[in-house]
């Protein structure tokens, strides 16, 4: 049996087994668990197919850059998003996965400028965004704190001087 019979395509329908509870017996749940164990076995095999090929490919792209011993330059945009995390922190990710993080103290004087450069005008924004968020809260907040002083002095046994 070849891998390719075994990959699922868009177009195939995927039946689960069905969960039903009758008249109080169990639900099929032993079924439903060995579907699950089935479907990580395969994706365990997967991964591990896919981890071998990708050292394979390595090995021989690292061959043929030895063989023309020249850099190339990739483009940068090849990566989707360099982001500077909460705990200052540098990392390159490509959908979505992390590709390496170093922190901002081990930056190039340069890069450090040029990420401040990038930064500080979000930075700016998010703590305006934040600020008028709050401040609208607060408003929010002091308007129901003022109508609900009326309410509660309008309760009986308020009105005759009882905390």
Do not use: C, W
Request: proline share 6%.
């Amino acid at each position: 049996m070849t891998l390719e019979a075994e990959k699922p395509r868009a177009s195939d329908k995927v039946e689960y087994p069905e969960l039903r509870v009758e008249a109080k017996k169990e639900v099929e749940l032993p079924v439903s668990i060995k579907s699950i164990e089935e479907e990580e076995l395969q994706l365990s095999e997967l991964n591990e197919i896919e981890k071998a090929q990708l050292q394979e490919v390595v090995s021989h792209l690292r061959l043929l850059l030895e063989a023309i011993d020249t850099p190339i330059h990739i483009d940068p945009s090849a990566f989707s998003e360099i982001v500077l995390t909460p705990a200052g922190e540098v990392s390159l990710t490509n959908n979505g996965n992390s590709i390496v993080s170093m922190p901002m103290e081990k930056l190039p004087g340069s890069a450090l400028i040029s990420v401040l450069i990038q930064v500080l005008p979000e930075i700016k924004r998010i703590m305006v965004e934040k600020k008028l968020a709050t401040a609208d809260r607060a408003q929010i907040l002091e308007r129901s704190a003022k109508e609900f002083r009326k309410v509660t002095a309008a309760l009986p046994g308020k009105a005759q001087g009882q905390s």
